[in-house]
Structures are given as structure tokens and as C-alpha cells.
């Protein structure tokens, strides 16, 4: 094991607070926009893990990602945390999409079904959040990890907690 070569990963990330006070007045989906064109930088989760977003409409978010060693459990793989995170953000995001200036949420629950081992081999996937139903107080949305060739690696449901001012 001494032997083994040693990898490095470092990254950088913005001021989450800025991030936070330049979308402050923007609808959901005008701040992921922003965050799409650049305008606004994207949350620090996103430099950590490496992904980012790639489409935003009203209702659904889809995030891109590449696995890489950095991101493996013990056994090998993917630690199914990413995969979730993934899923997470891109249902998440989804809502938000729908929801005024003003509003925000947060996860009550998730479920991730995982149906195949993601590696660094795996290529690039991408997390797609959709949005299934919005009511006054709760949210539910579903989410699906894709591989480039449209093999399911994870599906998720979650439930939102729709805060309002």
C-alpha cells in the first residue's frame, strides 16, 4: 500500500453569502438561469462534487457530472452519497424553478433507488429533476441519474417543503 501512487483533487468555490444576497429578489428559476449564464456564481456543493447545471425550465432541472476515483467508497464505486446529492439537487432545484421570489424549501425526505454501480468508467451522466406536484405547503418531485447512452444508474423521490415568508 506505501507504495501506491498518491492522487491529489483541490478545488475553489465562491462565497456562499454572495451567492445567497445576488439572487435575493429573483424568482427560482430567474436565479438558476443566472446561474446557468454565469451571472451568478454557483453554490460551493457544486465545485466540491464537480457537477454542474446544464438545463433549467419551469419544473425541471438537469445537472451534468463525470465520476472520478475521488469520488469512491471503499468497494470501488461511486459512494451512493454522490449519486443522492446529485439527485437531491437536481429535484430540489426543480422546484425551485416554480416558486416565486420570496419562497424557498428544503428537503423532508428522499428515496434513491440505485440500480447500477457508477465508476469513473462510467463516463459522464446527468441528474434530470422533475417536478411531479406542487401544492401550497409540500412538494413532490422524482429524479433520475442517466448515463450518455440513457442507462438508469439511480432513481430518486422526494418531498419539499415549500417556505413561505
Known amino acids: 500500500m506505501s507504495n501506491d501512487p498518491v492522487r491529489s483533487h483541490t478545488f475553489t468555490w465562491h ?8 439572487s435575493r429578489g429573483m424568482s427560482g428559476i430567474e436565479a438558476l438561469r443566472a446561474m446557468l449564464s454565469g451571472e451568478i456564481p454557483p ?6 462534487l ?20 475521488y469520488h469512491y467508497n471503499p468497494i470501488g464505486s461511486v459512494h451512493g452519497g454522490v449519486a ?8 430540489g432545484c426543480s422546484v425551485h424553478t416554480l ?4 419562497v424557498g424549501y428544503t428537503t423532508l425526505e428522499i428515496k434513491v433507488n440505485y440500480i ?5 468508467a462510467s463516463g459522464a451522466v446527468r441528474a434530470v429533476g422533475s417536478v411531479l406536484h406542487l ?14 447512452d440513457g442507462k438508469l444508474y439511480a432513481h430518486a423521490t422526494t418531498t419539499c417543503l415549500i417556505m413561505r415568508e
Open 135 to 148: 401544492g401550497n405547503k409540500t412538494a413532490i418531485a422524482e429524479g433520475k441519474l442517466l448515463g450518455a
Open 116 to 120: 447500477r454501480p457508477l465508476i469513473a
Open 84 to 91: 443522492a446529492t446529485l439527485l437531491d439537487s437536481a429535484m
Open 99 to 102: 416558486l416565486p421570489a420570496g
Open 50 to 69: 464537480g457537477f454542474r447545471v446544464t438545463a433549467v425550465e419551469e419544473g425541471s432541472v438537469t445537472f451534468a457530472f463525470t465520476p472520478a476515483e
Open 43 to 48: 453554490p460551493p456543493i457544486t465545485a466540491a
Open 15 to 22: 462565497d456562499p453569502n454572495a451567492i445567497a444576497r445576488a
